[in-house]
């Protein structure tokens, strides 16, 4: 994303116009916007006029419009985002207060206005338009029948196509039916990856599998390659990098993160940051229950005490249409800033960040033990007739997570 103007008052308030030129830019703009802000932006309306004879005819216009932003709608896959209000702003097709849907277009500056530009939102803004900020990965997880393709970039997980195919089983004398269906398998999952993955913006096109899945369909890609003198598949061939999974479906992303190899290709992007920070956090929670806390009670004691050395939050909690529940979480995390914690925030798109949300979408590894007393925010055993331990907060069951 391409920052034109910003411009934010000592009150906070003010706007910045900015020009989408990515896909996950409009993820961006998705998480930026709220109710109640103002968008203006280029669109095109549907005009009625009326000529002498009395004839009614409708032309296309395209015109710039100001509107009170009411409802958002965000198409993942497509990338397509659709912003509804009130027209505020003079016009001579649209009347003040006239509904009308905004399309936001690649390429095409907006403008984009708030009454208050909180530390969430102008970090945003400050990493959508950091081009080295960009991980540039694709995955295919696979198993016999089954494979997935994703794009990974810094704050989306995006599945591009889920391959499905039957394969028939082996049997005793005769394995024709069945190498025939993998050939279709494979031959899906190599067209896939010409017709989702660019190669001259990929840095890694991860293969995962159990078994052999994997290496089988990497010696069938690049046989096939050299059969069709396929040049952007042998030309990149050092940039795929196969490794093991438990399964073929996009749960198994959160295993591949965790490789060193994988890790050590991608470095410090945030994908990685945040696997790394989970596993910390899980660790944590089975070594020493007293140094993990997740829920916002218990995440909010803590930083009253300093004890958070890292916190961890989803972008889907910035999103509340409530203005005090979003308020409440960026409190959070400017007392976690003040006392020099190390803070994460994670996309809802990403594996990790969908693991996050089953801890109610907020955990902190501390610096230190705290042990919580029953007191007026944490009522006794005996109060309520519960048998649970208040000394911390209650530990999760493993089964509750996939892993």
Not at 33 to 58: F, H, M, P, Y
Not at 59 to 66: E, G, H, K, S
Not at 280 to 291: A, H
Request: charged fraction near 25%.
């Amino acid at each position: 994303m391409k920052l034109l103007q910003q411009q934010i008052e000592k009150d906070q308030s003010g706007f910045v116009r900015v020009v989408p030129e990515e896909p996950e830019d409009m993820w961006h703009i998705y998480n930026l916007i709220q109710k109640g802000d103002q968008l203006q932006a280029s669109t095109v309306r549907g005009v009625k006029s009326e000529s002498n004879t009395g004839s009614v005819t409708t032309d296309r216009v395209r015109l710039r419009l100001t509107i009170s932003i009411e409802d958002v709608f965000f198409d993942v896959q497509a990338g397509a985002l659709r912003i509804n209000g009130r027209n505020i702003a003079e016009n001579k097709h649209v009347g003040i207060g006239q509904y009308h849907t905004l399309d936001l277009e690649m390429n095409q500056p907006f403008t984009l206005s708030k009454r208050e530009w909180d530390l969430i939102s102008l970090q945003r803004i400050k990493d959508a338009c950091d081009i080295t900020k960009q991980a540039d990965v694709a995955a295919v997880t696979m198993q016999e029948g089954l494979a997935v393709v994703c794009l990974l970039t810094q704050h989306m997980t995006v599945v591009r196509q889920r391959i499905e195919v039957a394969i028939p089983r082996k049997r005793r004398g005769s394995t024709t039916n069945y190498e025939k269906g993998l050939q279709r398998f494979y031959e899906q999952i190599y067209r896939a990856i010409k017709q989702h993955i660019d190669f001259g913006v990929v840095k890694v096109v991860i293969l995962g599998s159990p078994g052999f899945v994997r290496d089988q369909f990497f010696d069938y890609m690049m046989s096939q390659a050299v059969k069709a003198e396929d040049k952007a598949i042998i030309e990149n061939k050092s940039k795929f990098l196969r490794v093991h999974t438990s399964s073929g479906h996009k749960g198994a992303l959160e295993e591949v993160m965790r490789d060193p190899q994988i890790r050590s290709r991608l470095a410090d992007t945030k994908a990685t940051q945040e696997v790394r920070a989970m596993d910390d956090f899980y660790q944590m929670l089975n070594n020493n229950p007293d140094r993990a806390f997740y829920g916002y009670e218990d995440v909010r004691k803590a930083a009253d005490n300093g004890a958070i050395g890292t916190l961890m939050v989803t972008d889907e909690l910035f999103r509340a249409a409530d203005i005090q529940t979003r308020r409440k979480y960026i409190s959070l995390i400017e007392d976690s800033n003040a006392s020099n914690a190390n803070v994460l925030v994670f996309s809802s798109l990403h594996v990790s960040g969908e693991q996050l949300q089953q801890l109610a979408g907020v955990a902190a590894i501390l610096n230190f033990p705290l042990v919580i007393d029953s007191d007026s925010e944490y009522s006794d055993s005996n109060d309520n007739g519960n048998d649970s331990d208040v000394s911390g907060p209650k530990e999760p069951d493993p089964t509750d997570f996939d892993f």
